[in-house]
C-alpha cells in the first residue's frame, strides 16, 4: 500500500502561481513514478504530469507545457508541482497518483495505481 497526501491548494487570480506538494508513504520503495491529475466539475479526471523515480522521465499535458513543472524529492518521497501563469481553466482537484506497476514510459494512457485525497485549486478571473 502507498498513501499519499497532497497540500498547496487554494484561491489564486488568473496569472498567479500556487506549488502543490503530495508526501507519500507506506510502500514507498514500489513506487515507480508518481503524477498529478486533475478533474474539474463536470468533466472527467485527467492527466497532468507524471515524473519518474529517477526524474529523468518527465511527461506533461499539452494543457499545462510551458507553464507547469513537476519535481521530486525522494528522500523526502515527496512530488511537487509548480503551476504559473495560471488560467481560470486550470480550476479542479488535483489529484496525486502513484504507479506501482513497471511501464516503458509514464504518459496519459498509463492508470496509476494509488491516489491521493485531492486538493482544491481555484483560479479566478
Known amino acids: 500500500q502507498v498513501q499519499l497526501v497532497e497540500s498547496g491548494g487554494g484561491l489564486v487570480q488568473a496569472g498567479g502561481s500556487l506549488r502543490l506538494s503530495c508526501a507519500a508513504s507506506?510502500?514507498?520503495?514500489?513506487?515507480?513514478?508518481l503524477g498529478w491529475f486533475r478533474q474539474a466539475p463536470g468533466k472527467e479526471r485527467e492527466f497532468v504530469a507524471t515524473?519518474?523515480?529517477?526524474?529523468?522521465?518527465?511527461y506533461y499535458a499539452d494543457s499545462v507545457k510551458g507553464r507547469f513543472t513537476i519535481s521530486r524529492d525522494n528522500a523526502k518521497n515527496t512530488v511537487y508541482l509548480q503551476m504559473n501563469s495560471l488560467k481560470p481553466e486550470d480550476t479542479a482537484v488535483y489529484f496525486c497518483?502513484?504507479?506501482?506497476?513497471?511501464?516503458?514510459?509514464?504518459?496519459?494512457?498509463?492508470?496509476?495505481?494509488?491516489w491521493g485525497q485531492g486538493t482544491q485549486v481555484t483560479v479566478s478571473s
Open positions: 497518483a502513484a504507479y506501482t506497476h513497471y511501464y516503458s514510459d509514464y504518459g496519459e494512457t498509463k492508470k496509476p495505481d494509488y
Open positions: 507506506g510502500r514507498t520503495s514500489i513506487t515507480f513514478a
Open positions: 515524473v519518474s523515480r529517477s526524474g529523468f522521465w518527465i
